[in-house]
């Protein structure tokens, strides 16, 4: 991740990507005032998606000093505005689109926002796909360098959509060292690749845990497997 943030300049992202993605071309409209869009991906739910997305987010924030935005494009599972700390609604501009919520220096929206916490969407493709539509362009984002996506998991309709829709410059896969999680990566990273989005690299996240007392380092879910699967894809593994 280190080595990852190394490479983000103003329009960095852009550059990254075509350096180290075999399909550097994307397919789409592009959101006015934004310059470069990150999708972070998952092949499963719980690999830690949404916290990758939260960190790099502020990261690039706060120690890169870009203008970044934050889109929880997760649905049925938001979890941003918790990660966050966002409260209230998002207010309207003159023109009817919705302000981001700032917070952690990150611009942020989320449907989380949006609906009562403790209710569940039950919502049906069509109707997601709009709620998308007006997340993306009926929010007044301003200028950013970078807009973080946190996709929802999985492979769908949803995800490809998104992929397709919007001018992304690069997708990051998270996973977990298990080999279900690696097995359902390597559909990610094929996703991206079928819908021509350049893939950053994969991060391996709940690598090992390291005890407080003694310091060791326990990889109870195993060792290297995210780095390994990066090998055989010939894709950058970003980190653990």
């Known amino acids: 991740m280190k080595r990852f943030l190394k490479k983000f300049t103003v329009g960095g992202v852009r550059e990254f990507s075509m350096q180290n993605s075999r399909n550097p071309k994307s397919q789409s409209l592009k959101i006015e005032g934004i310059k470069d869009i990150i999708a972070v991906a998952s092949g499963k739910g719980g690999v830690g998606k949404s916290t990758t997305a939260v960190n790099l987010a502020v990261s690039l924030a706060k120690r ?30 003159n023109d009817r689109k919705m302000i981001p919520i700032e917070s ?10 949006l609906v009562d916490e403790r209710e569940a969407i039950v919502w049906r493709g069509p109707m997601v796909m709009k709620a998308l539509e007006q997340l993306t362009r009926g929010v007044d ?24 829709r919007l001018q992304l410059s690069g997708g990051l896969i998270v996973s977990t ?10 559909r990610g990273v094929k996703m991206f690749s079928k819908v021509n ?29 995210a780095r390994k699967t990066a090998e055989e894809m010939d894709l950058k593994f970003l980190g653990e």
């Open 104 to 113: 952690y220096g990150v611009r942020c929206i989320s449907i989380g926002s």
């Open 141 to 164: 984002w301003g200028i950013l360098d970078v807009l973080v996506i946190d996709m929802p998991p999985g492979t769908g309709d949803t995800q490809i959509s998104i992929s397709q």
């Open 64 to 93: 890169c000093q870009l203008k970044v935005g934050l889109l929880d494009a997760d649905i049925y599972g938001p979890s941003i505005p918790l990660m966050m700390h966002l409260k209230g609604k998002p207010e309207l501009s």
């Open 197 to 225: 989005v350049p893939i950053l690299g994969i991060l391996e996240n709940m690598s090992y845990f390291k005890c407080p007392k003694c310091n060791e380092s326990s990889y109870i879910f195993g060792q290297g497997g």
């Open 177 to 186: 060292p298990q080999d279900v999680a690696l097995l359902d990566a390597r």
